[in-house]
């Protein structure tokens, strides 16, 4: 299912990662950083996304404790990427 979403190339990338992380591993250009110590704060944003919402970290541990946030505020349309590097491969394979 994620990979069909990735394919179709109409989701928003949410990276819950810190800043830091950013410079250390990469980075896609076009994924929002919303490090995961925001998310509650900042869960409007993701929350108003209209594409599908692929959500992503180092290692798919955090991104899957927003996921899990975010779908118990409403979040219908949401999916755990992953890992950055695992992510960033699948991406570059379509």
């Known amino acids: 299912m994620l990979e069909d979403i990735l ?3 109409n ?3 949410v990276d819950v990662r810190e800043p830091m992380e950013l ?6 250009d076009n994924a929002i950083n919303i490090p995961l110590g925001e998310i509650e704060e900042r869960k409007e944003e993701i ?5 599908p919402v692929v959500l992503f970290c180092k290692s798919g541990n955090r991104s899957g ?3 899990e946030f975010l779908e118990a505020n409403g979040l219908k349309n949401g999916y755990n990427g992953g ?3 695992h992510l960033k491969s699948v991406i570059e394979s379509l």
């Open 47 to 51: 929350l108003s996304l209209e594409n």
């Open 65 to 67: 404790r927003a996921l």
């Open 11 to 13: 989701y928003s990338l």
């Open 83 to 85: 890992g950055f590097a």
């Open 7 to 9: 394919k179709s190339g």
């Open 23 to 28: 410079e250390m591993d990469g980075e896609f």
